[in-house]
């Protein structure tokens, strides 16, 4: 703690990505929450002007209905920040839930559940998504719960090892020796201890998240058309990719930056609160 | 009446018909024999089953393996193919047939009467092909085997469209012996035999169809090709990639997009043809809220500009279409153009007068807290010519010209099925490959027809079609159908028709007979294509 306030958190500039990915962040923190402030309706097509380049009336371009490609890039900020802020937090959930109950339990459910996240991770989070997909039927919920279901392992895992570490420790102990009730002994006791590496750990599985969706939504699983996804607007766009590349290359490239934006930032956090947990 | 036709002179012309269109005498050569080829298709065929054909795009898979006792001629009209002529009886009840002798199918089994009389026999069974009975074969009563190379279909009235049917793909026979012991006979497949030129030999589900020359062909020459591979590249930038990369030497259903790369390329060629039927047209729901009110339907027309969206998809390559009646059709009716849609000013004043008065935060319009929805379900097999892009373009069109919410979907054929049958669709997509049109809008208009999916059931509208399809005479027939579209396109406002279907084909000039079916408009079989140097 003492170390911290010595030298307290400050952008130097011996870290420019950390500072560009923040900046970043924050633009598309910003499209998310208040998308008509960066832009205009991203639905609103103009038969006369598709597919044309990007200009300074059209920034990044039109799509081949006439859409404004950079009103529909921001507008789906929303859509990819939404899906994977809510994935996560189904992942999260799900997660510490299963995870406590491992490390909580006896051997054979301890087992048991370390099993099943071993099995559901050795199928690549795209496939184990796309399955959960082909039962529900393509839209926004089903992608959330499917790619929040295919990472749950991950977090499931570190819960359980950190509730192995808490539960023996002195106070955990001690609270069972002065009679605490089993659901205050993991409420007060147990929960709190085990969360520390988790906000980490979320902000880089945000991006994996991210990821997954757009891959999703490119397949058509995602938000149905005319939804601003960027997924799905790569995928609207590849037919065009010949005469209007930026129909498709600009929203991945808003992928690639909110997904290398996030996973630097969330490694640098590591790093700066590495065993501080 | 008496048709006798001089056999082999029609059967001259139309096997020279085959081989014509997109010839360039430059490039292919002189025909030659040998080679293999590959093709790379838009659509994958749902069925390999002739009698169940049901894609346009699939018809030139069709004719590889199997005949029919008719075909086309250039002018929409029938000449024998598997027959050697034919005779109507002169009260239009009876139509008898001389079959061409020594044909066998390609299992074996000889081509005889009784083999022609077993394939209707199969088409009759319940539950086989029932949109097939309901119209084409509404009126026919039997088959009789006259002798081994006569057969007699005998009608209950007189019918034009049986002879429609005969020269159908639906109408071409397989054989017998196959019919039984086809493994998944709905399917099709390497197990049904016919009498065609080449043999379906391998069917890898999602990636291509492989045919290889009938040694034991009929004809007075067997195909040019050894063999011919038809890849399925549903992507349209795919297959152009594919061609432009030289790993197919033809492929069908090129984009409007790319049409322009094709023709500039001095290694390859670009031929267009319209396609025969009707145009691709969108159905109103009749029989539900909102479009069971003509004002909303006659809105919905009116808020979409049709030439604006036509030319922002299809870049001026796409022929506008005023009728369901397709423009190449000598039903179609002129008249009807120019007579409506593209006015949001007339659009908005009939939507407040049928009561949708108010606006959502969307900017939708509603009526008593219902928002003004209609619902488009598009089944993916069926979805050609980026149609699901083009049904995006209205779905902005309408909502910004008027605050009409089109909600489409794109789905599998079992889902947009069922919600076809459950009555939960507001619009139908549909344009038909119809020799005969005649048979399209009696699938479509009439009351029994088995994709009515206006709903509308109007005995008027029926005793037109039904008088229609009972006339052999042209102009009669012509009069009949224009009253139709008058009242259905006109009147009633029940269709909003988009544009006149048609295909392209980008070859290597080194491909030479590859053109379009006659009459029916759409790309050839391969018995005339071949490879030159």
């Known amino acids: 703690m003492t170390l911290a306030l010595e030298r307290p958190v400050v952008l130097r500039p011996r870290r420019p990505g950390v500072a560009a990915a923040s900046v970043f962040l924050a633009v598309a923190l910003l499209a998310?929450?208040?998308?008509?402030?960066?832009?205009?309706?991203?639905?609103a097509a103009d038969p006369f002007h598709v597919l044309e380049a990007p200009s300074a009336a059209h920034w990044f371009g039109t799509d081949q209905l006439g859409r404004d490609v950079f009103d529909r890039v921001v507008h789906g900020a929303r859509h990819s920040l939404a899906i994977g802020l809510a994935a996560v937090g189904i992942a999260v959930f799900a997660g510490v839930l299963l995870g406590l109950l491992a490390g909580l339990s006896h051997r054979f459910a301890d087992e048991a559940l370390s099993r099943s996240f071993d099995a559901l991770s050795a199928f690549p989070l795209l496939l184990l998504a796309l399955l959960f997909i082909a039962i529900t039927g393509p839209g926004s919920v089903s992608l959330v719960v499917a790619i929040g279901l295919a990472t749950l392992p991950t977090y499931a895992r570190v819960?359980?090892?950190?509730?192995?570490?808490?539960r023996r420790a002195g106070y955990v102990t001690e609270a069972v020796a002065f009679g605490a009730s089993r659901a205050r002994l993991v409420?007060?006791?147990v929960l709190p201890n085990v969360l520390g590496p988790l906000p980490i750990l979320a902000m880089i599985g945000l991006g994996e998240a991210i990821l997954a969706a757009a891959g999703?939504?490119?397949?058509?699983m995602g938000p149905q058309p005319p939804s601003p996804e960027w997924g799905a607007m790569?995928?609207?766009?590849?037919g065009y990719l010949r005469i209007a590349w930026w129909a498709s290359v600009l929203p991945g490239m808003a992928v690639t930056l909110t997904v290398i934006s996030l996973t630097v930032a969330g490694r640098y956090l590591q790093r700066r609160f590495e065993g501080r947990a | 009446m008496i048709r006798r036709t001089a056999a082999l002179v029609i059967l001259a012309l139309a096997l020279a018909a085959c081989g014509n269109g997109g010839d360039d005498p430059e490039g292919a050569g002189s025909p030659q024999d040998g080679g293999s080829l590959t093709w790379g298709v838009e659509t994958e065929p749902i069925t390999f089953n002739p009698h169940l054909y049901a894609q346009a795009k699939a018809r030139l898979l069709v004719w590889n393996t199997f005949e029919g006792l008719l075909t086309h001629d250039q002018r929409g009209g029938v000449v024998p193919w598997l027959a050697t002529g034919y005779e109507a009886a002169k009260d239009g009840l009876s139509y008898t047939f001389k079959l061409r002798e020594g044909v066998k199918f390609s299992d074996g089994t000889p081509l005889d009467a009784a083999a022609v009389k077993a394939n209707i026999d199969q088409i009759r069974r319940p539950g086989y092909n029932p949109a097939l009975l309901a119209v084409q074969l509404k009126n026919l009563k039997d088959v009789e085997v006259v002798d081994p190379l006569t057969v007699r279909y005998v009608l209950t009235r007189p019918d034009v469209l049986i002879l429609d049917f005969i020269a159908a793909p639906q109408g071409a026979l397989v054989s017998p012996a196959s019919l039984e012991t086809a493994k998944n006979l709905k399917a099709g497949g390497p197990d049904l035999a016919g009498t065609g030129p080449f043999l379906l030999d391998r069917y890898t589900a999602g990636q291509e169809v492989h045919f290889t020359r009938n040694p034991g062909y009929w004809g007075e020459r067997p195909a040019h090709l050894n063999e011919i591979t038809y890849r399925f590249l549903k992507e349209p930038s795919v297959r152009v990639g594919a061609l432009t990369s030289g790993q197919v030497q033809v492929i069908e259903g090129v984009p409007a997009t790319d049409q322009q790369l094709i023709e500039?390329?001095?290694?390859?060629?670009l031929t267009r043809g319209l396609n025969a039927g009707t145009a691709y047209t969108y159905y109103l729901n009749a029989s539900r809220a909102p479009f069971d009110d003509v004002r909303v339907r006659q809105a919905f027309r009116e808020a979409l500009d049709v030439d604006a969206v036509l030319n922002a998809v299809y870049r001026g390559t796409a022929t506008r279409a005023w009728s369901v009646v397709g423009p190449t059709s000598p039903f179609y009716d002129k008249s009807l153009e120019k007579t409506y849609s593209g006015d949001p000013a007339k659009a908005n004043s009939l939507l407040d007068r049928a009561g949708w008065t108010q606006r959502n935060a969307d900017g939708f319009r509603t009526k008593d807290g219902k928002r003004l929805t209609v619902r488009l379900v598009q089944s993916a097999p069926f979805v050609r010519d980026r149609r699901d892009v083009l049904a995006q373009a209205v779905?902005?069109?309408?909502?910004?010209?008027a605050g009409i919410d089109l909600e489409v979907s794109l789905v599998d054929q079992g889902t947009a099925t069922k919600a076809l049958e459950d009555n939960e669709y507001?619009?139908?997509d549909n344009s038909r490959l119809d020799t005969d049109t005649g048979v399209a809008l009696n699938l479509l208009l009439h009351s029994g027809g088995a994709i009515n999916r206006t709903r509308v059931k109007d005995p008027a509208q029926d005793k037109l079609l039904d008088d229609a399809q009972a006339t052999g005479d042209a102009t009669k027939r012509t009069e009949l159908y224009r009253q139709l579209q008058q009242r259905v396109v006109g009147e009633q406002a029940l269709v909003l028709p988009l544009y006149a279907p048609a295909d392209q084909i980008g070859a290597a000039r080194t491909v030479g007979g590859v053109g379009f079916e006659p009459t029916a408009g759409v790309p050839v079989s391969a018995y005339g294509i071949w490879l030159g140097k």
């Open chain 1, 234 to 238: 790569i995928s609207e766009g590849r």
């Open chain 1, 159 to 166: 819960i359980r090892t950190q509730t192995f570490v808490v």
């Open chain 2, 395 to 401: 779905q902005a069109a309408v909502k910004q010209s």
């Open chain 2, 264 to 269: 500039a390329d001095p290694r390859l060629s």
């Open chain 1, 32 to 43: 998310a929450l208040w998308p008509g402030l960066l832009a205009a309706d991203p639905l």
């Open chain 1, 216 to 220: 999703l939504s490119f397949l058509g």
């Open chain 1, 187 to 189: 409420l007060r006791h």
């Open chain 2, 426 to 428: 507001e619009v139908f």
